[in-house]
């Protein structure tokens, strides 16, 4: 599904911004991936930061589906899914070969586990209470996060620093964030798990400049222009 063609539409009625405008919020982390591709890519871009409990009237005339990231473009057109973000942000052009790297089948089968399998089971652990009425465990969904995809990750680090290899692609800016959220839920649990390539994998991105700035906190109203990496 990750190889499609990214789905782009035309807004109905809003004027179109002079740079790109990335809808977005802090600690989601589909919005922190699209963020991280906008900022390696040099991509100027502003920003709103979308109060989920009151989002902006015009984030719903843009997208009626209403979840961050949304990307409004300078010619009209609107990129709702944040793996097509990042496709917009690093694939054209690709000097340095972040997009091209993360098209490898191994590499698009990560992303697929990620957004699927893991995301299900990370939000079943990390918030048990919406799945209360669920028969498994939010401990048993916690184990086969771990299997689906720490494990294969676990196996890809041992052999290479980065998912693209030698240097990082676009595949580590995608999942990074949901391992974050994972290793968060219960950080002692995490650190005893045997995932070291993971653990070391993820230490050095939370300190990277790019995570960095990925985090700058954006004020609660207007858009910003997001600061260059």
């Not at 807004?11 to 991936?33: E, G, I, K």
């Not at 009425?133 to 939010?138: D, G, N, R, V, Y």
């Not at 580590?172 to 391992?179: E, G, N």
């Amino acid at each position: 599904m990750h190889a499609s063609t990214p789905k782009l539409r035309a807004p109905r009625t809003l004027p179109s911004p002079q740079l790109p405008r990335l809808y977005t919020f802090r600690r989601c982390p589909y919005a922190m991936r699209a963020r991280m591709a906008l900022l390696q890519a040099g991509r100027a871009f502003e920003a709103v930061e979308v109060s989920l409990r009151d989002k902006p009237a015009s984030l719903l005339a843009l997208s009626p589906k209403a979840t961050v990231p949304v990307l409004h473009l300078p010619d009209g057109s609107v990129i709702e899914e944040s793996w097509d973000v990042m496709r917009w942000a690093l694939a054209a052009p690709d000097a340095q070969g972040w997009w091209a790297r993360a098209q490898s089948p191994a590499n698009l089968d990560l992303v697929h586990r990620n957004d699927g399998d893991f995301k299900h089971h990370l939000d079943r652990w990390k918030y048990p209470q919406r799945y209360a009425s669920e028969s498994i465990t939010p401990d048993a969904h916690r184990d086969r996060a771990l299997d689906v995809l720490l494990q294969p990750l676990e196996a890809r680090l041992n052999s290479a620093p980065w998912l693209g290899g030698a240097t990082p692609c676009a595949t580590d800016l995608a999942v990074m964030p949901f391992v974050r959220q994972f290793a968060s839920v219960d950080p002692g649990w995490f650190a005893a798990q045997d995932v070291p390539s993971v653990r070391a994998w993820l230490d050095g991105w939370l300190v990277s400049p790019l995570f960095v700035a990925c985090m700058y906190k954006l004020p609660a109203q207007g858009a910003i222009r997001f600061p260059s990496l």
